[in-house]
């Protein structure tokens, strides 16, 4: 598949770069996509995403100091 002919999608909901803005992220090596809906979850759930995201079991929520 040519990449720029791939459609890429949210790595939490499944919504596609048409629908709404994807944000790029790397970890460990590896490219995932996330919407901005989904980007809280990253943020302050990352537990949220274990199966979803290779090596998300290890990322620590941030914190809340407000």
Do not use: K
């Not at 460990?28 to 274990?50: E, F, K, M, T, Y």
């Amino acid at each position: 598949m040519n990449p720029n002919d791939a459609t890429f999608t949210c790595l939490n909901c499944g919504r596609p770069e048409t629908a709404g803005p994807l944000v790029a992220l790397r970890y460990n090596g590896d490219q995932a996509w996330i919407c901005s809906q989904c980007l809280p979850v990253l943020i302050h759930q990352p537990q949220r995403l274990v199966g979803r995201l290779a090596g998300a079991e290890n990322l620590t929520p941030a914190r809340h100091d407000h």
